[in-house]
Structure formats: C-alpha cells, structure tokens
Nanobody, 115 residues
Framework: QVQLVESGGGLVQAGGSLRLSCAVS????????MGWFRQAPGMQRLSVAS???????DYSDSVKGRFTISRDNAKNTVYLQMNSLKPEDTAVYYC?????????WGQGTQVTVSS
C-alpha cells in the first residue's frame, strides 16, 4: 500500500518562500510521473506542477516562474520549491502520481500566505 506524507507548509508573508516535501513509501518513485496539487477552501483540487519520469516538468499558469518541482528517487521524495508566494497560493497542498488511478491521498500540508 502506498503512503504519501506531505510536509513543509506553514504561514508566510507575501513574497516569501517555502519548500514542500512529499515522502512516498510502498512504491519506487522512479517508475511514476508525480504531481503537486492544491485545494483552497470551497474549491476543487487542482494540479499546479508535474514532473515526469525523465524529469521534464510542467506548471499551471498561476505558478509558472515561481514554483519548481523536483524529485529525488533515491530518497523517494518529491519537492515543491515555492518562491514569491501570493495570498492566492493559500491552500492545502498534496502530491500524488499522475498516471492511472490516484493513490490514496495523504493529509496534505497547509500553506497560508498573508498579505
């Protein structure tokens, strides 16, 4: 069974930075394309960043140029470096694999950006 544990969130002022981590257990990360998603209160969960098995990346327009997704297959961990944070980035952030059925979601990590 796959377990996803997100961490690194917190309260930060607008313009600040955070680095999120997603530890994956139960599967070898190198076999999967992975993504970061976020869900704001009352909104649906949306993809913000993805990283393929070949380390190619893609981003939603809302975070392009500010967020960077990366992976460390040896540590079975996916990262999201978030810079120039804006109040509209406030959400719970989750990771999951991108192909086929999603694994069970983790608890997510709360990111709150104050203006």
């Amino acid at each position: 069974q796959v377990q996803l544990v997100e961490s690194g969130g917190g309260l930060v002022q607008a313009g600040g930075s955070l680095r999120l981590s997603c530890a994956v257990s139960g599967r070898g990360l190198e076999y999967y394309a992975m993504g970061w998603f976020r869900q704001a209160p009352g909104m649906q969960r949306l993809s913000v960043a993805s990283i393929m098995r070949d380390d190619s990346t893609d981003y939603s327009d809302s975070v392009k140029g500010r967020f960077t997704i990366s992976r460390d297959n040896a540590k079975n961990t996916v990262y999201l470096q978030m810079n120039s944070l804006k109040p509209e980035d406030t959400a719970v952030y989750y990771c999951n694999q991108l192909g086929g059925l999603r694994w069970d979601w983790g608890q997510g990590t709360q990111v709150t950006v104050s203006s």
